[in-house]
């Protein structure tokens, strides 16, 4: 079964740019869909984008000015930066992996960026 | 302001069945079968229960089912426990190749 698991992050300052990883294990890399997904402390999911098989990316037109998703197949990870960070950018930020667009089926631990002066 | 409206809290005692609806438009909900829900447990990451609309991966119980009316879907969880408890977001394509999230139902098992 797929493992993933993802690092980055922390603790970052308004204006800085957030940089996160997700490394995919136990299973192929190609062939599926990779999100990245954001919940604020005590609120709700919110989509950020994805990545496919082709390297065709869709964004959150809320965020598309501000995050990037890239993919490195040949070390089976994806990533995501985040520009221009303010504190609403403040949450727990999860990769997720769908067999199709719209469906999350695997979820990663999450990792929490907090955005703090 | 979540792009899909979840109710914010439901209730009901073991053994009852409940319903949590996610109501969208036309453009989302309405125009495709591309629903899906998620359990959230706290300090967990959600996980997938319903997906295009009314299919159950495996593993997930047989009490969780999912249909759709027009704009809304719904989620109905039969036969409550009180492992259910738990925050439930529905999802949904929209056109233009973006995906929503309701703004999460909270049940709580009386």
């Known amino acids: 079964q797929v493992q993933i698991q993802q690092w980055g992050a922390g603790v970052l300052r308004p204006s800085e740019t957030l940089s996160l990883t997700c490394a995919v294990f136990g299973e192929p890399f190609r062939g599926y869909y990779w999100h990245w997904i954001r919940q604020p402390p005590g609120k709700g999911l919110e989509w950020i984008g994805k990545?496919?098989?082709?390297?065709?990316?869709n964004y959150n037109p809320s965020l598309e000015s501000r995050a990037t998703i890239s993919e490195d197949t040949s070390e089976n990870q994806f990533s995501l930066k985040l520009t221009s960070l303010t504190a609403a950018d403040t949450a727990i930020y999860y990769c997720?992996?769908?067999?199709?667009?719209?469906?999350?089926?695997?979820w990663g631990q999450g990792s929490l960026v907090s955005v703090s002066s | 302001q979540s792009a899909l409206t979840q109710p914010a809290s439901v209730s009901g005692s073991p053994g009852q069945s409940i319903t949590i609806s996610c109501t969208g438009t036309?453009?989302?909900?309405?125009?495709?079968?591309?629903v899906s829900w998620y359990q959230q447990r706290p300090g967990k990451a959600p996980k997938l229960m319903i997906h295009d609309v009314s299919n159950r991966p495996s593993g997930v119980s047989h009490r969780f089912s999912g249909s759709k009316s027009g704009n809304t879907a719904s989620l109905t969880i039969s036969g409550l426990q009180a492992e259910d408890e738990a925050d439930y977001y529905c999802s949904s394509y929209r056109s233009g190749s973006i995906l929503l999230f309701g703004g999460g139902t909270k049940l709580t098992v009386l």
């Open positions: 997720v992996r769908g067999s199709d667009f719209w469906t999350f089926e695997y």
């Open positions: 990545i496919n098989h082709s390297g065709s990316t």
């Open positions: 036309s453009s989302d909900v309405g125009g495709y079968n591309y």
